[in-house]
């Protein structure tokens, strides 16, 4: 664990690596979380982004394309979590931030969580 304040944050590697994920979920997962995977926002902090292109989400056209929007928030992802929480009974609101999520998800969201339950939500991302 690393303590930061008075906030105690566990440690990054047990939350994405060595969960029973295949390991290019944990890749995927990993990428993310440190913001590199190629959404708009992302290309338009680095300049990349062509200046006339929009920002917004390729599928919503409502949101900027962020990394906590594209697989937690966008509608149609919204729509798979929403399908996966109903299939396994939980009710549960995605938090706001992929690394919130990430946490959350890992320490089971308040129950026992199973390494399978830890598997899921990476996979499901
Ligand atoms: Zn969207």
């Known amino acids: ?15 994405v690596w ?6 290019k979920v944990m890749i995927f997962h990993w990428l993310a979380l440190k913001n590199s ?6 290309l338009a902090r680095r300049n990349i982004l062509p200046p006339n292109q929009s920002s917004l989400c ?3 056209l409502s949101h900027v394309e962020s990394i906590d929007h594209l697989p937690l ?14 299939w ?12 919130d999520f990430s ?7 308040g129950i026992k969580a199973s390494k399978y339950w830890k598997m899921i939500g990476p996979a499901t991302i």
């Not at 509608?75 to 929403?82: D, T």
């Not at 396994?88 to 690394?99: G, T």
């Open 88 to 99: 396994c009974n939980i009710r549960w609101i995605l938090p706001r931030y992929l690394v």
């Open 103 to 109: 946490f959350d998800w890992y320490y089971g969201m």
């Open 58 to 60: 390729f599928w919503c």
């Open 73 to 86: 928030h966008c509608k149609w992802s919204s729509a798979i979590w929403a399908d996966l929480f109903r």
């Open 18 to 23: 060595g969960n029973n994920v295949p390991s």
């Open 37 to 42: 995977i190629p959404v708009k926002e992302v």
């Open 1 to 15: 664990m690393v303590q930061s304040s008075n906030v105690v944050v566990p440690a990054w590697p047990k939350v």
